[in-house]
């Protein structure tokens, strides 16, 4: 029988990381004030204490996301500028999906882009006109390149 790594979730500053429970181990004998990333951040807290999800949580999200859509090839740049997804954008969407539920965007090819969440269910999604919004932008990996300083703690220009 093969041994899988565990994982842990370990926050440091506000900030929630997804990282193996060996790394995590190991990662002990580092003072935390030298620490600056453990893992993956897959989110943070706000200061009102709220979790935010960042564009880290997406390969977890798309193995398991109930509900997705696909974007054209048109529209996948447009996405990844941050802008919500249109209905002329939207490629496929999977069967029963809610409005205002959260959703993965993934490209044509299967290669996940980012998430928001849905503005209308998908039987409301056919009857849009091509211009009315059916997606909410959240996040996207293009935020990695826009939100560069963020991302990475301990990066000051």
């Known amino acids: 029988m093969r041994k899988y790594p565990r994982f842990r979730t370990a926050s440091v500053d506000e900030r929630v990381y997804y990282v193996r429970e060996d790394i995590m181990k190991r990662a002990t004998s580092v003072a935390r004030d030298q620490l600056v990333s453990l893992g993956v951040c897959v989110g943070k807290f706000t200061h009102s204490d709220k979790f935010r999800l960042t564009i880290g949580a997406l390969e977890l999200l798309a193995a398991h996301a109930k509900h997705k859509m696909w974007v054209k090839p048109t529209s996948e740049m ?51 006109d091509a211009s009315s919004i059916v997606a909410f932008h959240q996040a996207d990996v293009g935020e990695y390149l826009r939100a560069e300083d963020d991302m990475v703690q301990g990066k000051k220009e």
Do not use: W
């Not at 500028?81 to 539920?101: F, V």
């Not at 490209?107 to 009857?127: E, H, I």
């Open 78 to 128: 447009s996405f990844l500028y941050g802008n919500h997804l249109l209905k002329s954008g939207l490629g496929r969407i999977t069967e029963n999906t809610p409005a205002n539920q959260g959703v993965v965007v993934f490209s044509m090819s299967d290669v996940p882009l980012g998430f928001g969440v849905a503005a209308k269910s998908t039987q409301d999604c056919r009857k849009l």
